[in-house]
C-alpha cells in the first residue's frame, strides 16, 4: 500500500515539476522572445505625453482658424531619421505647433513594422528624439532604410482620433 | 689702399642714388597729387548651407456625410421580387486646404480608405495631388496653399443609421 503511494506522490510530483517547467517557460517567452511589435494606432490619444517632448522655443502663435467640426494643424519636421541600435533612440526633428489644435502621435513605420510610437504629443511641442518600442532594434541593422512617419492627429477634448491623418516620407539612417 | 678706398666710396655712391619707383596699373602719382587704381578682386567660396526646413499646414472641414435614400420599392407578387424605383444621394464633399510654410516645395497627395464594413462606399477627390512651391519670398498670410474637396459615392448600409467612422484620409507630404 505504501508503496503504491509513493508511486503515486512521485507522478504528482513529475506532474507538478512539468507544469512549473511550462510555466517558466511560457514567462520566459513572454517576458523576452515575444514580438512586441504589433503597435495599433491607438483609437483614442495616449494618457502619457511623450516624455521627449519639449517646448518650441518661442512658439506662441494663435491657433489656426479650425473649421466647424473638422481640425486644422500645423507640421515642422525633418526628412532625416538617424536610428542608434546601441542607444534604442533615434533622433528627428518633428513638432506639433502652437498653431495646431490637436494633440499628434507618431509613429516612425520600416517595411511595414512600428519602430517607434510616441506619447501625446500636445501642441507647442516638439522631439528631437524618441525611444525605440521593446525590440525594435532587432529587426534593424546598420544601413539606410526608406520609412515613413505616421501622423495621428487626436481631438483635445474628446481624445478622439481624427479621420484624416498624415504620411511623411523619410530617410532613415541605423548606425551601431 | 687708394683703390680699395675709391671701390668703397663708388659703392657708397652707387647706394645713395634714388631711384624712381613704378607702381603696377597705369596711374600718375606725381608729387603733387594724382590717382592710383588698385585692383580689388574676390572670390566666392561655397560654404552655407541652407537646409530645408519643411512646415505645413492642414485644415478640413467636418468630414461627416450623409447619405439619403428616398422614393418606394414596389413588392410584385408576379415575380416575388421588388421593383425598386428608389434614389439615393450623398451629401457635399468637404475640403482638404494645404498650406506651405517651408523653405522647399511640398507635394500633398490624398488616399481614402473605407473600414471593412463599408467598402461599398467609395471617396475621391478633386485633385489627388497639390504642389505648392517653396513659401520662400512669400509673405506669411500669402504661403502657397491649395485644396481638394472629398466626396463619397456608392452605397451605405441601411443598418448605419447613427454617424460613425466608416475610413480614413491619409494626406501624404513628399
Known sequence: MERKNAKRNRILILILSLITLIAISV????LFFRDKNENLPPDYAPQETEINAEPIEGDDDARLEQPEGGGAVSLTYS???TVSLSDKTAAL?????????QDMVVQLIIQDTVIIQSGTLKPGNQVTKLELLNGAEKALSEGTYEGKLNILFYDRNTGEKAI?????????TVTK | MKKL?????AAMLVMAMSTTAFAAGSGNIGTTGGSQPIDVSARYTGGTSTPAVYSVDLAWEDMSFTYTAAGTRTWSPDTHSYTDDTTASWSEGKTITVTNHSNTAVSAGFTYAADTAFTAAAGSF?????????AENTAVASAPNGFTTFSLSGTLPDTQTASGKIGTITVTLS
Open chain 1, 27 to 30: 514567462t520566459v517567452w513572454a
Open chain 1, 79 to 81: 526628412k532625416d531619421v
Open chain 1, 93 to 101: 526633428l518633428f513638432g506639433n505647433p502652437a498653431r495646431s489644435s
Open chain 1, 164 to 172: 484624416v491623418n498624415t504620411v511623411i516620407p523619410v530617410t532613415v
Open chain 2, 5 to 9: 678706398t675709391a671701390l668703397f666710396l
Open chain 2, 126 to 134: 478633386t485633385a489627388s495631388t497639390i504642389s505648392l512651391a517653396s
